[in-house]
């Protein structure tokens, strides 16, 4: 199959030298690509900002905001057979970028900002007959906001990741994570590594794959 994968933070400036971003590494990204590559099928990966080696992918479309990665997304969205938005988009941008780089004396107290947007929202009238997954990540109601997230953005899959534990989402090596689709009650949260998690995802892909 020919899989899109969508990894690690993205990045607002403030100004030349000043950003919004997210907590994010890549690092689920990144055992994503590599394991659907690991299990013979082609894969796109577009990256923001990401702390981890990409250099093992083949095929990386690097981005800087969520516009780029919309953008990005749209271009390789009819490539592909499935879709797996892992990145940790920013959802706030500041409303106006400032040219030159603000100084600390002349800092504004508070920023203006605008929601950046919604990049599955966006694309999901192209969807076609496309597999659509996407990630919730969150400190609460873990099962409840997965659940709603995967009817409001029109997905075939959500991974619910419990990102409140230190052992568990950004920077971590192992998420506590369940996969949620429309017609199965969702399992209880395991402990797994993101190279495991990974292995379900797109096992999961596969089943359900042209
Ligand atoms: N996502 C997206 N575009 C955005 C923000 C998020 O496509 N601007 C994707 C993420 O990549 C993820 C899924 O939507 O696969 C859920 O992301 P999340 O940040 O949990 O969703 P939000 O809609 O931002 O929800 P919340 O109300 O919790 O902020």
Do not use: Y
Request: hydrophobic residues 45%; glycine residues 6%.
């Amino acid at each position: 199959m020919k899989i899109l994968i969508t990894a690690g933070p993205t990045r607002e400036p403030i100004d030349p030298v000043r950003f919004i971003s997210n907590r994010s590494s890549g690092k689920m990204g990144l055992a994503l690509a590599l394991t659907a590559i690991e299990r013979g099928h082609e894969v796109a990966l577009i990256a923001g900002p990401v702390s981890v080696d990409l250099s093992a992918i083949p095929r990386v479309i690097t981005v800087e905001t969520a516009d780029d990665m919309l953008h990005a997304v749209r271009r390789e969205l009819e490539w592909c057979d499935a879709l797996v938005m892992a990145a940790a988009v920013a959802d706030w941008r500041p409303a106006e970028v400032i040219a030159e780089k603000l100084k600390k004396n002349n800092m504004p107290r508070n920023l203006q900002l605008e929601p950046v947007p919604d990049i599955l929202g966006t694309i999901a009238p192209a969807k076609g007959s496309r597999i659509f997954v996407g990630f919730a990540a969150e400190t609460g109601n873990l099962l409840e906001e997965a659940s709603r997230k995967l009817v409001a953005k029109k997905l075939d899959l959500i991974v619910a990741n419990d990102v409140a534990r230190p052992d568990s989402g950004f920077e971590s090596d192992t998420n506590m994570a369940t996969l949620i689709t429309a017609s199965a009650k969702p399992g209880a949260p395991v402990l797994m590594t993101k190279q495991e998690l990974a292995g379900r995802i797109v096992q999961w892909i596969e089943s359900r794959g042209p």
